[in-house]
């Protein structure tokens, strides 16, 4: 009884926090059965995530861009231009794929650092430089891909980012083997930091929750990663999409939440000149954040000319406005200061999963888009009204 | 026997947990210049907006006649409606609009409904020659200086018929020509039978201009002064507006200890380029460890311009002279270069810009020093907290807990958690802006009690603040500044609040 008690006032005080996870599951469940189980399905559920993927780094990097109370609508055409370049270099300069990867992230880098310097330095508002930016890189798109029209990329490495898997290393119970080892250490790693960080609490004699409390969280979150795991080692196994995205999410998660920087990104959105005058160079927080976004940009370029296997003229149109979505959705406030990594890419598979569950369903392309606008509008208006509330 | 045009009863206005208004009345004859003096807080802006309706009837108590009719105003345009205009001290011109549409806005000059610029553009002509101002009408407000700004707002008014002109410190920005040029207006237009109330801090245009002065001190009446009575000189006028009891709230200091002096300035000046005027000028002082110096003034005397100057220049002016700082002469690019040097500023504006609302208190406090809490880069959550507790306890924050968000808290509980947050970077240098404004008695007190635990700690404290009890109740030495000047240095013990306020208003 008292557990119960105990978990109430949790999910009760949290309720911000676990909505996302509350609606995505919700969702889930919800098409799963109007799908008779097509949804879960362990090759539409890797499908899903693949097709999440290039937006969800998207969505990491925009939550930082709006947290600091900014906004970069270049995303999707330096997504897109980036993405032909790769596809040049490897195809017509034949350069191997571990040049080329680390040159288009450091050029996304620079551009993303341009885009700094006219919204820190120059004071430009982040909605004009970020359409300029959106405009020049739509016409270098068009520019580059001019003569060939697509281009198609014939490199197996390049292409597996978007739709290869990791090796199996054999089978067991029918089942992908290093998904299954990899999701394994995955909930061990989980458990090992969850304790660890209750034993460092207890170390400085901090009030902790329960061991029943943690007990059924642990078992709760683990159930979770080990069901997704099984299901994805029923069809192929972990993608290298889903694996890039989770070491994106897991580096941008501590950034943000364990690190000084991700302490001044949160400060300088809450109240910038507060944290002027607390010391911090808001303008050098500003040119990070910026640089950060047009990298996982080129990240997100990679990810979808790899997998297309191909970089075509329109690629990366309207992506900014599915990474913007998504961080809505994943709780992210435009009044700054608010807003986690993680909820980007819940955000990220939540408006997937309409897409997706509505292709299933069979539902006409202009009522996804307006139940994908609903859902959207929902989500900030319950993000309106439970901040009312506050604590 | 002139006719009383305005008379206020008996007005009590009470905020949340302060009484800003107890009880006053006011009354004004026509055609009479008639000034408000009182110190900052002593409650003559509210009585203003109580007449002009930014306070709507039935959030104060008491009535107002206006014109022999009691009035029931909802909003300022009731007012305005009868003839009362109130100019504040932030101009509400629209800087991107030409003269004469600022002249008209809200009031428009229409025929069937749609507005005949024409027309517009010669009534504004007219409107100008009855304030003395030769600029074309067409100008942008952007293109003018504050003094014509000034007029313009008065030609705002005229055009609307006004017979009460409100001036909330007309002069507080302008030079010396600009507020001649203004004061001489005013008269002209008692001439032209209007009546005008005036707020001001400069005691030398009261006595040169008013027929009456009101007192106000801690939202009460004091007096009505008569110039005809020969009762308006400056002396009679201050001790009035101090002449408060002086309460033993201030805890004891024992053993001072003063020491080197570790901050210095010499010929110091900050100019505004935005504003276009210095902010600071020719600014000399110093500071000796173990030290409290309060720094005295009214409103817009530049002391928070000061403070700012000195603490890595935020607001980028333009600096000249000589800032020391342990003993060497310091030339800060950023707020993180005067913090590492060992200064802290605890913001007047804690809402504004000293406190992250949104966040908890844990955040906040560690937020001017997160090296002290993380390791290479890394936060340590834990010790973060260990460091939040710490100051809640010690400094006593009523909070539920750490957890709080900063924004819930009440004033004074907010103030600590400023204060918490620089006594965490470790300075040995603290400057407090307005450290006591808007929070209630008992935390006052222990806000007194730790500026006075950290002098004994040895660090040296910087006190800009409005209120002369607590300069005269905390300081070592006072600085008393005024239009951005250092208008004088008074030691404790020659220090009183008739000193201070005679610099104050020169």
Redesign the interface.
């Given at each position: 009884m008292k557990i119960l008690n105990e978990a109430s006032t949790l999910i009760k005080e949290n309720i911000r926090d676990y909505g996302m996870y509350i609606a995505l599951f919700v969702i889930m469940v919800t098409f799963n059965m109007m799908t008779n189980g097509v949804f879960m399905s362990s090759r539409n559920i890797s499908n899903l995530l693949d097709s999440a993927g290039y937006i969800a780094v998207l969505a990491v990097g925009m939550t930082l861009v709006i947290v600091i109370r900014h906004i970069d609508l270049s995303v999707g055409y330096v997504a897109g231009f980036l993405g032909a370049i790769a596809a040049i270099l490897l195809m017509q300069q034949g350069l191997p794929v571990y040049i080329v990867i680390p040159i288009i992230l450091l050029l996304g880098i620079v551009i993303g650092l341009m885009n700094g310097f006219l919204i820190a330095q120059l004071g430009i508002p982040a909605f004009v430089a970020s359409l300029a930016g959106m405009l020049i890189f739509r016409g270098a798109l068009l520019q580059v891909t001019e003569g060939t029209g697509t281009i198609i990329v014939q490199n197996a490495a390049f292409n597996a980012l978007g739709n290869g898997f990791i090796p199996s290393l054999g089978q067991i119970l029918d089942r992908h083997l290093l998904t299954l080892i990899v999701g394994g250490i995955g909930i061990i790693f989980y458990i090992y930091s969850e304790l660890r960080t209750r034993h460092d609490k207890m170390k400085y004699n901090f009030e902790v929750v329960s061991i029943g409390i943690l007990a059924l969280k642990l078992a709760f979150v683990s159930t979770i990663i080990g069901y997704i795991t099984w299901v994805l080692a029923g069809y192929n196994g972990f993608s290298w999409t889903l694996m890039i995205v989770l070491f994106v999410t897991i580096v941008y998660h501590f950034i943000s939440n364990r690190t000084v920087l991700g302490r001044q990104i949160y400060a300088v959105g809450s109240n910038p000149e507060a944290a002027h005058l607390s010391g911090i160079n808001v303008k050098k927080v500003t040119y990070l954040v910026m640089a950060s976004m047009s990298m996982l940009a080129a990240l997100s370029g990679i990810l979808y000319t790899a997998r297309l296997q191909s970089a075509t003229t329109t690629a990366g149109m309207l992506f900014e406005l599915d990474a913007i979505a998504a961080a809505y959705v994943g709780g992210v406030s435009s009044a700054g200061g608010v807003g986690k990594v993680t909820g980007a890419i819940i955000g990220a598979i939540v408006m997937a999963s309409l897409t997706n569950g509505m292709n299933l369903l069979g539902v006409g392309i202009s009522y996804q888009y307006m139940i994908r606008g609903g859902v959207l509008a929902g989500a900030v208006i319950f993000d309106v009204l439970t901040r009312k509330k506050g604590k | 026997m002139a006719k009383t045009i305005l008379e206020m009863h008996n007005i009590t206005k009470t905020f949340p947990g302060v009484k800003a208004l107890s009880n006053v009345n006011f009354k004004v004859e026509e055609g009479e210049i008639h000034f408000l003096v009182g110190e900052n807080g002593a409650g003559k802006s509210t009585l203003m907006k109580v007449l002009s309706g930014v306070y709507p009837y039935g959030e104060y108590d008491g009535d107002i006649v206006y014109q022999g009719k009691v009035q029931q105003f909802n909003k300022i345009n009731d007012s305005v409606d009868v003839g009362i205009a109130i100019i504040y001290q932030e101009l509400a011109l629209f800087p991107d609009l030409p003269v004469y549409e600022n002249i008209y806005l809200g009031n428009e000059v229409k025929q069937n409904g749609v507005i005949n610029w024409n027309q517009t553009i010669v009534k504004a002509k007219e409107m100008l020659k009855k304030v003395n101002l030769k600029v074309n009408p067409e100008v942008l407000i952007k293109d003018l200086g504050v003094g014509k700004q000034q007029l313009i707002e008065i030609a705002k008014a005229l055009s609307k018929d006004v017979k009460l002109l409100i001036l909330d410190e007309p002069t507080a920005a302008l030079n010396e020509d600009d507020s001649e040029n203004l004061l001489e207006l005013i008269k002209e237009l008692k001439k032209q039978g209007i009546t005008c109330i005036m707020i001001s801090h400069k005691l030398k245009e009261v006595v040169a201009i008013a027929d009456k002065a009101t007192v106000l001190r801690d939202g009460e009446t004091i007096c009505t002064l008569d110039a005809k009575k020969g009762e308006i000189n400056e002396r009679t006028i201050i001790k009035n507006m101090v002449g408060r009891e002086m309460n033993n709230i201030y805890p004891e200091r024992e053993n001072k200890k003063i020491g080197d002096t570790i901050l210095e300035l010499h010929n110091w000046s900050a100019y505004d380029s935005q504003l276009g005027r210095h902010v600071v000028k020719d600014a000399n002082l110093h500071l000796r460890k173990g030290e409290i110096i309060g720094i005295a003034g009214l409103m817009g005397a530049g002391r928070t311009e000061l403070a700012l100057s000195m603490?890595?220049n935020?607001k980028q002016y333009k600096l000249t002279g000589d800032l020391i700082v342990n003993q060497q002469k310091r030339n800060f690019k950023?707020?993180?270069d005067?913090?590492k040097e060992g200064m802290a500023?605890v913001?007047e504006d804690r809402k504004?810009?000293?406190?992250?609302?949104?966040?908890n208190i844990t955040?906040n406090v560690?937020?001017?020093k997160?090296?002290g809490i993380?390791n290479s880069?890394?936060?340590n959550?834990?010790e973060e907290?260990?460091v939040a507790e710490h100051y809640k306890k010690s400094l006593h924050i009523k909070a539920s807990s750490i957890?709080?968000?900063v924004g819930?808290l009440s004033g004074g509980n907010q103030q600590k958690v400023s204060l918490g947050?620089w006594l965490f970077?470790g300075p040995n240098i603290l400057i407090l802006d307005e450290p006591t404004r808007g929070i209630d008695v008992g935390a006052k007190f222990e806000i007194y009690s730790v500026m006075n635990e950290l002098i004994d700690q040895g660090l040296s404290i910087i006190m800009i603040s409005s209120e002369l009890g607590e300069v005269l109740g905390m300081s070592d030495r006072v600085y008393v500044m005024a239009e951005g000047e250092i208008k004088g240095e008074l030691s404790g013990e020659e220090a009183d609040q008739e000193k201070i306020m005679e610099l104050a208003t020169q």
């Open positions: - | 603490f890595g935020p950023h707020t993180s005067a913090i500023y913001t504004g810009n000293g406190l992250f609302l949104l966040q955040n560690s937020a001017a997160l090296k993380a880069g890394i936060i959550d834990n907290i260990k957890e709080q968000m819930k947050k970077a």
